[in-house]
């Protein structure tokens, strides 16, 4: 059935909690592995694109780019791979189903410099998919993983960047 293929069952309040949890958690270590990921890029002089935004400076910017970059495509995004593909894949067993949607979801974002985090991240909404039996785990993670992203680069944006920090970050990720 095209119910039970997507996940549309529900979550208890606590699991959702849980689930903003170990989306935080999940966050900290995507970010630790793309700066590794992002230091051999720059050893072995594989040029890549940052893909920055340009942020906000007022709470209506802030909340309008919470909605547009984390609420949105977490909504959009998980039911569409961990709704209907995921659901779609399964015949070919759980892991493959999990692994194929993530590597498809890596595709989609088609960015080097994010390849590790995007698909570690998308292995995490497979399995909490498969985990809870609910679209909504992922994207509950998925949403708050992306708006912890938008408010950390909000929040540092303001931080004053010292000489130093500056001439360190021309120089490249390992070198800062």
């Not at 849980?18 to 900290?28: D, E, F, P, S």
């Not at 970010?31 to 072995?44: C, D, N």
């Not at 080097?112 to 985990?131: H, I, K, N, Q, R």
Request: proline share 3%.
């Amino acid at each position: 059935g095209g119910a039970e293929a997507a996940r549309l069952n529900g979550m208890r309040p606590l699991a959702m909690l849980g689930m903003v949890g170990l989306a935080l958690c999940g966050l900290l270590l995507a970010q630790y592995v793309t700066v590794l990921w992002m230091m051999l890029l720059e050893a072995l002089h594989i040029p890549y694109a940052s893909t920055g935004l340009d942020l906000p400076t007022t709470t209506q910017g802030a909340t309008l780019m919470v909605l547009s970059v984390a609420v949105l495509p977490g909504v959009c995004e998980e039911f569409l791979f961990r709704g209907a593909m995921l659901g779609a894949f399964e015949r070919l067993g759980t892991k493959k189903a999990i692994v194929l949607t993530a590597v498809l979801f890596t595709l989609w974002h088609g960015s080097l410099s994010g390849v590790p985090a995007e698909l570690f991240t998308g292995l995490m909404l497979g399995y909490v998919a498969f985990a809870f039996d609910s679209v909504y785990a992922a994207i509950t993670y998925h949403t708050v993983h992306n708006a912890a992203i938008v408010l950390m680069n909000v929040y540092s944006a303001g931080a004053e960047v010292t000489a130093e920090e500056e001439a360190l970050l021309a120089q490249g990720t390992f070198a800062y």
